[in-house]
């Protein structure tokens, strides 16, 4: 009975995932790949989110400012329940100076609910979010909130987008001091299946990839945003969650689609 169930499951794999093998989802890839150091101060929402060990925390996940209180990131970077595992910096330029950053600590830490760690499903719901001990200074220099993007906004396909984090700069390779951003472009979730992410939905997921295959995301920038021209502005559309094994830049990027969370972000941060 139980080889039956396996083989079954073995059989839907193979079938859902026609690409098993170069589609080795790796949830905690996403440095930048091919990027730039970003201007200081050009994305003031973006955070650094923390994992620490015995009081010592190192860069683990980007975020998003919400409002003075809250923070999205992607909800496998929260998965610990213990505020003392989580540190946030926000206002950082370069990891190395920390002079001008506002550092705090979760008191509410909730991935989303129905967040699925799962590569054969594409990893569904991978946002959450965190409220700080206390109110951020939002009048602070380099700190400010995000616009996410509505979703009378559409799909965004096509659109250059600018990613950043302090991701690894390749697969494997290191954490760079200075926040990285590279330009990249929205596939439809059409693209998105047929580029190697078989398992897009178009409610879960907003994937990116470059025209020419060089820029990507890469281990430590899960969780940071996606940031699109909206208007006359730069709004997030999206949360950095997976990328295929080894940070390929060939391969699309999957990013959590900040749109059709909108509500789910609004209940969850009264
Ligand atoms: C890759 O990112 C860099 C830095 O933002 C940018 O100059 C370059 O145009 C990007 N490449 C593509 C193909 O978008």
Known sequence: MKT????AALLFAAEAAPQRKSLTLSVHAKRIVNGVDAVKGSWPWQVSVQACTAGFC???CGGSIINAEWVLTAAHCITNPDPEAHRLVFGLHDR???SESLIRKPTVIRPHED???DGFLAFPND???LK???PLDLARPNISPAKLVSADVG???????TITGWGRLYGGGPIPEILQQATTRVLSNDDCISQGIGQAQYQYHICVNDDDGSNGSCNGDSGGPLNCPVGNDQQVAGVASFVVTGCSVTAPAGYARVSEYISWIEENTQ
Do not use: Q
């Not at 039956?4 to 083989?7: A, G, T």
């Not at 799909?155 to 987008?161: K, R």
């Open 155 to 161: 799909p965004l396909d096509g659109t250059e987008c």
């Open 96 to 98: 190395s100076d920390e």
């Open 127 to 129: 946002v959450g979010v």
């Open 115 to 117: 967040f699925i760690n």
């Open 58 to 60: 190192t860069h683990n």
């Open 132 to 134: 700080v001990d206390s």
């Open 4 to 7: 039956f169930i396996l083989l």
